[in-house]
């Protein structure tokens, strides 16, 4: 599809831009469903997400933007309005634009993770999880396991500060689901589902998320789940996999997003 | 060529924009070079100009933006510098980015239509010529002219205002041409370029932007230009193709200002 003056517009914002996979991915599918639209790279500077905001409510052909690093939270005084989720998180990963210029967040990081993991067959509901990690998209995640019902949740990150905020937001929000913050995590027996929301084992380095030896507790046939991308399955999930446990790779969880993506601003 | 995050991004500004003809115009010859490169098609409301452009300077993989109507005029005031041309136009019809961010505007209005007649051999040193209309478009025509060097320049449009602004302007600029704004053009004989920078003509109405019978008066072997691109062969210079003048359709013009806007922008 060639991009024309009819053409029906989105952006994505992220700074930087040029490694981000998603415009290519969307425009394939655009492509691919004949579709008049272009999801617009563009490498925008902290400085200018209030005037890029500004700008979105005035361009009468777009449909808004989807939000990566580092903007998530950077957008949210901006907006309109935010769904429940995005106000909980503080973090928008995508702004529909209505006809009106009215600018609406939404966040679904974690609603890519659960339809990704409904593909494996999980079903939340009752079940007991741990997360590990507590910045943007392990707080995504944990949020949306809690909508969806687990029963008992563990949180577990580095930053004390963060994991400390989420555990209490989460708590609050969703009285129904026991927040747990342990101390360690040498026992993993327990989880029918864990998740590693760190960049631990990004880009080959081969580093773990939990100790080997507590990797070594999985219970064969709990879903382990990563959000690395690259490589796609991690020294985690291979030592997950050996344990009999079934893996979820992070591009499952990246590709079930751009729907909810897409999605949300009326483009999919 | 699959827009990507890789892609450098140009923003084609303008309210409406979907019957634009130049982004599908520069994304086709992008896809035929090769290039990694994209116009974005940017229907802006005027009250978002200024946002805009604040944005702009943000844009790190941005190279600038191409400004049709109704903001080549809004944007002046938000721009860093502007050329000689711009200034003394009051207007900018594409901005470069530069990579420190500052925004500098240009007019090449003028320049297309007089590359285009220099492909039908036209000179423009020493020569009479006529403009109707001083509107945008007319008057980037008429300072073209005046800084190519015709001797001789009348300028005619019902809006007084408008050609006496013009008048003023291009007489101080431009000392060594004789700007005349003759009462009425009903002997065209005297004319080596005649131009027609109004709308009459555009979308088959019939209209003309000259009485018959003054048309009737052209030389045979001098230029008549039309800055009307809808229909191509306007009545206008159908009757003087009728009388022996050479003729430059709208088209032609549109066509060699992509080569001025793309090369401002550094991308083309």
């Given amino acids: ?157 580095l930053a004390t500060d963060a994991v400390a905020w989420l555990a209490t937001m989460l708590a609050d929000a969703f009285p129904a689901t026991a927040i747990e913050r342990p101390g360690s995590v040498a026992d993993l027996s327990g989880y029918d589902l864990v998740v590693n929301a760190t960049p631990a084992g990004m880009g080959g380095t081969g580093a773990l998320p939990l100790p080997e030896a507590a990797i070594a507790t999985l219970r064969a046939g709990c879903l382990v789940a990563d959000v690395v991308t690259s490589p796609a399955l991690t020294p985690f999930l291979q030592l997950a996999q050996a344990r009999g446990c079934r893996v979820q790779q992070g591009p499952e969880m990246a590709a079930a997003q751009m729907t909810a993506l897409g999605g949300f601003m009326g483009a999919m």
């Fill in 1 to 157: 599809m060639l991009v024309q003056g009819t053409t029906r517009v989105g952006f994505i914002i992220g700074h930087p831009i040029a490694q981000v996979k998603s415009p290519g991915l969307f425009n394939r599918h655009f492509a691919e469903a004949g579709a008049d639209r272009v999801l617009v790279p563009t490498d925008l500077a902290p400085a200018q997400v209030e005037s890029f905001l500004a700008t979105l409510r005035g361009v009468h052909n777009a449909d808004g933007a989807v939000v990566t690093v580092p903007h998530k939270r950077a957008v949210v005084p901006y907006l309109d309005s935010l769904t429940d989720r995005a106000r909980r998180l503080r973090a928008a990963n995508v702004i529909r634009r209505n006809p009106d210029g009215t600018l609406v967040g939404d966040n679904v990081d974690g609603l890519g993770f659960t339809l990704a993991a409904a593909a494996h067959g999980l079903a939340p509901r009752g079940l007991t999880a741990l997360v590990v990690g507590a910045g943007g998209v392990g707080s995504a995640i944990a949020d949306a396991l809690c909508e969806a019902g687990v029963a008992r949740l563990a949180l577990t990150d």
